[in-house]
């Protein structure tokens, strides 16, 4: 069964939450058998509306409201961008740089459904970086974005010559496993029958400061989850 998500802070306007990774935002029509959090509250008896949206592979801050007045005010703060977003991500290989901006625009691919690229034809993009620890292999990377294209992080990274882990759809699906860097791993299991330290995609949003409309300042933040701050904790210790 599917870890639910986390109530992390909740008022009369607000509700933040910490949302699984494999969880959608809204229901998908496609697929009615995907968890969604609008459906997971509607089953509560709850009446809430979507703020923003976070991939469904990606887990962490996500904001609902719980009043068409507060939706329209908390949607505009993102539309305007008066607020800080916060990612963090595990990347595969080693990132050159200590810190950095992309700044480019992000489009639909023209042949692959759900799929984005960067394009000149796309709307614009910024996603600032900055190298938070280096691992033989991996690089543990902090994101702000201004903007909150789809796959932005992603798309960026993948321009970049880079992906996270686990992104099947620009880079490799492959998990990360003890084995692979631990040294004097016990052999005598099976690579087949190894649990993977982490097996969906390394990206989690952190974080967002905001001012809500009392006119308060808010610093909502959602924890790693688990499988994260394990591999991580391993990491550290072995990578």
């Keep these: 069964m599917q870890t639910a998500p986390e109530i992390i802070y909740k008022d009369d306007d607000l509700i933040a939450i910490n949302k699984p990774s494999g969880w959608l935002s809204i229901p998908d029509r496609h697929d009615a058998e995907l968890y969604s959090v609008k459906s997971w509250f509607e089953a509560k008896g709850e009446k809430i509306f979507i703020v923003h949206r976070i991939d469904r592979d990606t887990s962490g801050l996500l904001l609902l409201a719980r009043n068409a007045e507060a939706h329209k005010y908390y949607n505009t703060l993102f539309e305007q961008r008066t607020l800080k977003k916060t990612y963090y991500g595990l990347v595969i290989g080693s990132v050159a740089e200590e810190q950095g901006v992309y700044d480019q625009p992000i489009e639909q691919h023209p042949t692959l459904l759900g799929k984005m690229r960067v394009g000149r034809k ?118």
């Design 122 to 239: 796309g709307k614009p993009a910024i996603t600032h970086y900055t190298v938070e620890e280096r691992f033989r292999g991996f690089t543990w990377v902090k994101f702000q974005i201004e903007t909150g294209r789809t796959h932005q992080i992603r798309v960026h990274l993948y321009n970049a010559g880079h992906s996270l882990v686990c992104d099947p759809l620009y880079g490799k699906p492959d998990p990360i496993l003890l084995s692979s860097f631990k040294r004097k791993f016990n052999m005598s299991t099976k690579e087949e029958d190894e649990r993977p330290l982490l097996s969906r995609l390394a990206l989690h949003a952190y974080s967002v400061d905001l001012v809500d409309r009392q006119g308060l300042p808010h610093a909502f933040v959602a924890p790693l989850p688990r499988d994260l701050d394990a591999t991580l904790k391993q990491l550290r210790k072995w990578g």
